[in-house]
């Protein structure tokens, strides 16, 4: 199972992205979670502390590493752009609860479609996560798809977009439809977080059709005190795990 999750900050992504690993992972299963987010949350939300979190270094931090693989240096400007990036998850993902973690960083650039050493370690690092690892790979993306190319989405099983009942987040979700039909990818899913009432559930519903809601999570008091204290809502809220395992369900059962 390759699962990209996206949305605008703040909607619970990566709470989502976070469950749904260490769900796979209880179940035996193989799996890594990668934090393609400039605002990298995901170790805290795996339930690494906030001392492991703080140590770890992102992919593209890794100036050495990204210099020896791609062979670019301050006198050569040229640089491969198919560097060996295989061994990268066993070497430098963290472990928690049987869930891998790499957390890519990003690439500070003027704009967009940066072609640097960075950004070909972190692209060709998410392709062999994505076609070549026989392992559950899940993706916590920024909102945009930039990380990904239009090789690397034939492999996806299921992107989906977290939204709240409002309409920036409807927006959100309407953009990110758009860019993964231009990788071509024709189907987004959505879950809706933070589901407060009948009205809530109804806004949903009115904007997002039946057959690309994957399901509802509702407003959870638990999930804002583990955050709170810098720990995992897999390990202090049943509520949200039984809902996430029912999305789970629906996620594999439309492969």
């Known amino acids: 199972m390759k699962i990209a999750v996206t949305g605008k900050g703040g909607v619970g992504k990566t709470t989502i992205a976070a469950t749904l690993a260490r769900l796979y992972a209880k179940e035996g299963k193989r799996v890594i979670a990668a934090d393609a987010d400039p605002d990298a949350?995901?170790?805290?939300a795996l339930g690494f502390t906030e001392a492991e979190a703080d140590g770890i270094v992102p992919i593209s931090a890794m100036k050495k590493m990204i210099a020896e693989r791609t062979g670019v240096t301050a006198q050569n400007t040229f640089f491969k752009i198919n560097?060996?990036?295989?061994?990268?998850?066993?070497?430098?993902?963290?472990?928690?609860?049987g869930v891998k973690l790499l957390v890519l960083g990003t690439v500070e650039t003027a704009g967009g479609g940066c072609i640097c050493p960075e950004n070909v370690i972190l692209k060709q690092l998410i392709s062999n996560l994505i076609l070549y690892r026989d392992?559950?790979?899940?993706?916590?993306?920024?909102?945009?798809?930039?990380?990904?190319?239009?090789?690397?989405?034939?492999?996806?099983?299921q992107f989906i977009v977290v939204i709240e009942?409002?309409?920036?987040?409807?927006?959100?979700?309407?953009?990110?439809?758009?860019?993964?039909?231009?990788?071509?990818?024709?189907r987004v899913g959505v879950i809706a977080n933070k589901i407060r009432d009948e009205k809530?559930?109804?806004?949903?519903?009115?904007?997002?059709?039946?057959?690309?809601?994957l399901g509802l999570i509702h407003f959870n008091s638990e999930v804002i005190d583990a955050d709170r204290h810098g720990i995992s809502?897999?390990?202090?809220?049943?509520?949200?795990?039984?809902?996430?395992?029912?999305?789970?369900?629906?996620i594999e059962h439309l492969q």
Do not use: W
């Open 41 to 44: 949350n995901l170790a805290l």
């Open 83 to 97: 560097p060996r990036v295989d061994d990268i998850p066993e070497i430098y993902s963290r472990e928690h609860e």
């Open 135 to 157: 392992e559950v790979a899940i993706l916590d993306m920024e909102a945009g798809l930039e990380h990904l190319g239009r090789g690397t989405t034939q492999g996806m099983d």
């Open 165 to 186: 009942p409002g309409a920036r987040s409807i927006q959100t979700y309407r953009n990110v439809k758009r860019l993964a039909k231009d990788l071509g990818v024709p």
């Open 200 to 213: 809530d559930e109804a806004f949903i519903r009115s904007k997002i059709a039946e057959e690309e809601l």
């Open 233 to 250: 809502p897999f390990d202090c809220s049943q509520h949200l795990i039984d809902e996430i395992i029912s999305i789970k369900e629906r």
